[in-house]
């Protein structure tokens, strides 16, 4: 359990500066103000990335990313800051208790590379949740002290020959009277050479079952060497600074505290320990997508081609508003499962899975339609343009792991049908304050998060947004596209209801039908909508100017439709020119291009 505790004093931040108080953002609540330092002193240290004098700046990272390695520097800077602290609960000392804010003071690093972000430390806290969610006090203060140590830990659940069916897993450790005996190899795990500790997922019974596997923290200084070896390091395509790598156990001893939970739990503590990491994850991984942006519209502002500015072609400037518009899609899905993690833990296994499944996809699909608009300059790997590459190449390795696009769905599928009759049209809606990025949020219970989803509130807050719209009639001038935008996404989750509670029982495996994973698409796409409904909607009385505008809903809504297959009305309002201003406005003036609209150093 992550409790408050906001009065310790926090390495790496100056408690006399100002945060910088970006635009939209309306609280002055001090949690909101502290946030705001954090993500602020962050993005200061790093500097702007655009500066070839910057020691953290775009040429020395794509200088280290071409050696494959991570840059010295950079990690110095944030051990400095006490990046570490941020994966570790206040009341061990550290300063997560938000799994929202972690996304957001991750996100200065991602938008510069996600090698470090991930090589420095969130492969770390990927490991650690575990230890959060089923470990002893001992284990508990024993990783704390690791990490704000500076040291690292290496998770191991997946093994080549399974993938992400990591309930297949043949690595043994087996109980030897009052301790383990460790056989077996792990490989493409990052951080396996560098990591003090290990949280493994292990075999611990030779029958199959549920109950067959446990998780098992290593301390790697106690392994004996002769018992214990690391494999080659695995080169990539992408995050090509991360040192992946494997190790080989061979009857190896552990003792018997080294078991995270009880003994066969390791399923239930990783299906727990993922509901905050595939919620976490992608909404850190958008600061990448940001950068990719950022770096196309300074192409096209600047380029000449026939005699005018490539942001005066009407393509360039429709892919540029729409990959802007889908940033802002992802963000809305992100805050809404990673507050939901706080708010509705009960539900979080589904939003969890369709987050992880659906953000890196529009992520993705938005670098590559960006990559036109650069033309040639994207298979630069260096210089002013460079960095994109850098960041396409690295966007889909942040998607797969232990958790990829498959394993979420497949989480997803067996929930629809129970979903379907009880929530969707006859459940409560959401709180206000899953929707509201500057409220406050209890602290972290993970042992209320559940294994399947109980109900599903965001779903049935697209029904109650449909129900406020026409009763209020809100959308400005185009409020009848808006509300026609929603009735047609209403529409798809009343058909998504009949076909999801008709689902054949052996759809309800992992040797579902391509029709079922189908409708999980479908399903992820009306949540995005509801998430994108539901943040417009709570912007009402003296929110961000731009987020309070229903043109951005609009156009999200209308993206959203296309891809489900959905009719899109006439609009009297062109939001392609709007949605410029904006882009342009937060370029030239350094802010974000999510929801926090956020100061950037520059």
Not at 25 to 42: G, H, N, W, Y
Not at 238 to 267: Q, R, S, T, Y
Not at 595 to 601: C, E, I, K, T, W
């Amino acid at each position: 359990m992550l409790k408050d505790n906001t009065s310790r004093p926090q390495p790496g931040l100056d408690p006399d500066a100002a945060p910088a108080q970006p635009a939209g953002l309306r609280s002055v609540d001090p949690a909101e103000v502290a946030i705001q330092a954090r993500v602020s002193e962050l993005e200061r240290l790093l500097g702007d990335p655009r500066d070839p004098d910057n020691p953290f700046g775009h040429d020395a990272l794509l200088a280290a990313d071409d050696r494959s390695e991570l840059l010295p520097s950079a990690e110095d800077a944030l051990t400095g800051f006490g990046l570490n602290h941020e994966f570790v609960p206040l009341e061990l000392g550290g300063r997560l208790a938000r799994v929202d804010t972690l996304a957001r003071v991750l996100r200065p690093v991602f938008r510069r590379d996600a090698s470090l972000a991930l090589g420095y430390g969130v492969t770390s806290f990927l490991a650690a949740v575990a230890v959060w969610a089923a470990g002893t006090p001992e284990q508990r203060r024993w990783t704390a002290d690791l990490l704000m140590g500076g040291g690292r830990l290496a998770i191991a659940y997946h093994e080549l020959a399974h993938g992400n069916d990591f309930v297949r897993n043949e690595f043994t450790a087996l109980p030897d009277g009052a301790g383990f005996r460790l056989d077996g190899r792990k490989e493409v795990i990052n951080n396996a050479g560098r990591a003090e500790g290990l949280v493994l997922f292990s075999r611990t019974a030779k029958e199959a079952g549920a109950r067959s596997h446990s998780v098992l923290l290593v301390d790697k200084s106690v392994l004996p060497a002769d018992r214990f070896e690391h494999l080659p390091r695995y080169r990539t395509v992408g995050v090509k600074g991360c040192e992946i790598g494997g190790f080989h156990f061979h009857d190896c001893p552990l003792p018997g505290e080294a078991l995270v939970g009880g003994l066969g739990e390791g399923v239930e503590i990783a299906l727990r320990s993922f509901q905050i990491t595939r919620s976490a994850i992608p909404a850190m991984v958008l600061a990448g997508a940001d950068t990719a942006l950022r770096t196309v519209v300074g192409f096209a502002v600047d380029r000449q081609l026939y005699g005018r500015s490539v942001l005066e072609i009407p393509h360039a400037r429709s892919t540029v508003a729409g990959a802007f518009t889908d940033l802002l899609i992802c963000d809305s899905l992100a805050l809404a499962a990673t507050r939901a993690v706080h708010l509705l833990p009960g539900q979080t296994s589904v939003y969890a899975a369709v987050v992880k499944y659906l953000v890196p996809k529009f992520l993705q699909d938005a670098t590559y339609d960006l990559s036109i608009v650069l033309g040639a300059n994207f298979y630069v790997r260096n210089g002013e343009y460079g960095i994109f590459q850098k960041h396409v190449r690295d966007l889909p390795m942040t998607s797969l792991g232990h958790a990829g696009t498959a394993a979420c769905q497949a989480t997803i599928i067996p929930q629809l049908p129970r979903l379907a009759r009880k929530s969707w049209f006859a459940g409560e809606p959401a709180p206000a304050s899953l929707f509201r990025s500057w409220e406050g949020l209890p602290p972290l219970d993970t042992s209320r998060l559940t294994l399947a989803a109980e109900g599903d509130a965001l779903a049935a807050s697209l029904v109650a947004g449909y129900d406020w719209l026409r009763a209020t009639g809100s959308g400005g001038t185009d409020a009848a596209a808006l509300i026609e935008l929603v009735r047609s996404l209403v529409e798809e989750l009343r058909e998504l209801q009949g076909e999801c509670t008709e689902m054949p029982p052996e759809d309800r495996t992992v040797l579902a039908s391509p029709h079922a994973y189908a409708l999980a698409d479908r399903y992820a796409l009306v949540l995005a909508g509801s998430a994108v409904l539901n943040v417009w909607r709570e912007q009402s009385g003296g929110g961000s100017p731009f987020l309070a505008d229903p043109a951005w809903p609009t156009a999200a809504l209308a993206r959203i439709a296309r891809r489900l297959g959905l009719p899109v009305p006439e609009r009297t309002r062109d939001e392609v020119d709007w949605l410029l201003g904006e882009v342009l406005d937060r370029y030239h003036g350094e802010r974000s291009y999510d929801l926090y609209d956020s100061p950037l150093a520059g």
